[in-house]
């Protein structure tokens, strides 16, 4: 038997295995996708890019399961370079091994090779997606997951006519990845992306796009779901649709009480559920979507144009020359439209959908989310003026991604991969939110550290905005394997006295990204009983490359049902170097990571 053949028999016993291993622990049913990545042209305004995209689509193929299901995703990569992809929002019960952030759960595929995800459903119900993990490679590789109710079962509102996905989408010139190792290796800013799309298209008020504007089709007196997914790489977005109100029904994979809104706020990486009435006069009208910029409102220069697609009702009339624009759509900089929209949200807390808030806290961290300075230490990096080069921290570290997956370095006790010292508080307090911070105290370190978990810990987070470099925005962050709740969001500095006093432990909204608002707080809690390793990190994949994330390690329980589920016949190697923005700190100091694992 040859090489190639022993690699095709190992892998399709590595697939036998998983299957076999589903099969024992589920009760839904099993779908099977290929995905194969490869590059392809795409011609948008007036100009022809080539893009990574799975299947020959932008967006990527859509998945639907039921509530309960197990999917197994091939992921070919005929791409050329290494690719991971991440189930964002799936809770992944035992199962970090599928998870997909590059050297954190797994390293990435190669190019001419292929990997086989194992995605477990469990109590998710609603608007999830997938998108690449590796870079910035999300901005083309991305696609919705929709999650029926289980079988025998049905929404908690009226069951719409029909359903319409909408995938936000961010549009880049020239090659993405060459343009953001070119900008990492200067410390230089990240690249902007030239416009935002509807289902991949940027809509009629962009040049050489009018041909291409993504069309929605309606009947009028029908009511529709329409499933949003923000898969913008670096902004929060304003959407509504011109004279039709919407009501927001579910969030991240979980269901809210419902909102009857003009316009929504959403963060890259949520996704929502929203219910639409055709109940306007026929004629078309634009769904339209602008980000809002929370940084510095002295910056002009941010990507300021207005995405389209069109709500077309059928039937028999005069088409308009124009479809009419959403007066509702809040403006780039309006800050208190955002945050009004936001703090509405609440889950549904009823009797077939209960929430868990946990109330005994055992765990408390306290998280500063800050712009910062970095030292130029080594050849990698060529800053162009001083010694320093931007970047982003928490708690004053600034994430490094290892030579090989902590995952495997957990499961394997392989030591110096990474350290368990992440501190709960910042090496100092001061006014976070104030003006004029002294730069002294935006120096941070490399680091890869991570916080160790005991299995069932209610964990409490407090993430703290800063005003550091004068680089306050807003951070919208993202839990892997987990949902959360969103017990507390407010301005200004965390009050420890007085805040909690405010916390909803009612019915807080269950979500997986959540933004901290800009010189703001944001209070989340969840208990921690999936063990395995969990990325955490800003959706702003800006701020995520400079450093702004960390990781959770979650122990095992005493039992085979509460431990980490064995890893697959075959993993993606380590061979694919990671691209260092800067060498470590000198040394390899904290608590080391060998015998963290029970």
Avoid at 311 to 320: D, E, K, S
Avoid at 407 to 414: E, F, G, H, K
Wanted: proline share 6%.
């Amino acid at each position: 038997m040859n090489f190639k053949n022993k690699k095709l028999v190992v892998e399709f016993l590595g697939v036998l295995f998983l299957v076999a291993q589903c099969l024992c622990v589920v009760e839904g049913e099993i779908h099977f996708y290929d995905f194969v990545l490869r590059e392809k042209n795409f011609t948008k305004m007036c100009s022809t890019e080539s893009m990574l995209v799975a299947n020959g689509s932008l967006p990527g193929p859509v998945i639907q399961v039921h509530k309960g299901d197990t999917v197994y995703v091939n992921v070919h990569n005929e791409g050329y370079y290494g690719v991971t992809v991440h189930w964002h929002g799936v809770m992944q019960p035992r199962n970090p091994w599928s998870d997909g952030p590059e050297y954190i759960t797994q390293c990435p595929i190669e190019p001419g090779s292929n990997f086989t995800y194992e995605i477990i459903f469990s109590t998710e119900e609603g608007t999830l997606w997938w998108h690449a993990h590796s870079d910035w490679t999300r901005a083309s590789v991305h696609g919705a997951i929709i999650i029926l109710p289980a079988r025998g079962s049905t929404y908690p509102f009226p069951k719409p006519d029909e359903e319409e996905i909408i995938v936000l989408g961010s549009l880049y010139s020239g090659n993405l990845n060459a343009m953001l190792d070119a900008d990492i290796r200067i410390g230089d800013d990240l690249p902007h992306s030239i416009a935002y799309t509807i289902n991949g298209e940027p809509g009629d008020l962009c040049d050489c796009s009018k041909e291409t504007t993504y069309r929605w089709v309606v009947d009028q007196g029908k009511t529709y779901l329409l499933r949003v997914v923000n898969a913008v790489v670096a902004a929060d977005i304003f959407f509504a649709i011109s004279q039709h109100n919407l009501t927001v029904v579910g969030m991240d994979g979980h269901y809210t009480k419902p909102i009857t809104t003009s316009y929504i706020t959403i963060s890259p990486g949520q996704t929502m559920d929203l219910l639409l009435t055709a109940n306007q006069s026929l004629g078309q009208y634009y769904m339209a979507a602008r980000q809002f910029w929370s940084q510095s409102i002295k910056v002009s220069d941010f990507n300021q144009f207005n995405t389209t697609a069109i709500l077309q009702y059928r039937g028999n009339y005069t088409i308009p020359s124009s479809p009419s624009f959403p007066k509702t759509l809040p403006l780039y900089k309006d800050v208190q439209s955002a945050l009004k929209f936001t703090t509405r949200l609440r889950s549904l807390a009823s009797k077939e959908h209960p929430i868990n808030v946990p109330l005994n806290i055992t765990t408390k961290m306290f998280i500063t989310l800050s712009m910062n300075d970095l030292e130029c230490r080594n050849t990698t990096c060529t800053a162009e003026e001083g010694e320093n080069i931007l970047a982003a921290g928490v708690n004053n570290i600034s994430w490094f991604n290892p030579d090989i997956d902590i995952l495997s370095a957990y499961y394997r006790n392989i030591s110096g991969v990474y350290t368990t010292d992440f501190p709960d508080h910042p090496p100092s307090f001061f006014n976070f939110t104030g003006e004029d911070l002294p730069t002294s105290i935006a120096l941070t370190e490399l680091g890869t550290k991570v916080k160790v978990l005991n299995y069932n810990e209610a964990v409490e987070v407090v993430f703290q905005g800063t005003n550091m470099l004068a680089g306050s925005g807003i951070h919208p962050m993202h839990l892997h394997g987990y949902s959360f709740y969103v017990i507390g969001i407010g301005l200004g500095n965390f009050d420890n006295e007085t805040d909690p006093k405010g916390f909803n432990l009612v019915d807080p909204p269950e979500v997986n990204t959540f933004e901290v608002p800009k010189n703001g707080w944001l209070a989340l809690r969840f208990i921690a009983n999936n063990p395995g390793v969990w990325f955490w990190h800003c959706h702003l994949d800006r701020h995520m490359t400079w450093g702004m994330a960390g990781a959770f390690i979650v122990k095992n329980g005493d039992t085979l049902e509460t431990s980490i589920r064995r890893p697959p016949a075959y993993l993606p190697s380590c061979r694919v170097p990671t691209r260092p923005r800067l060498q470590m700190s000198d040394g390899f100091e904290g608590k080391a990571n060998e015998s963290s694992f029970i």
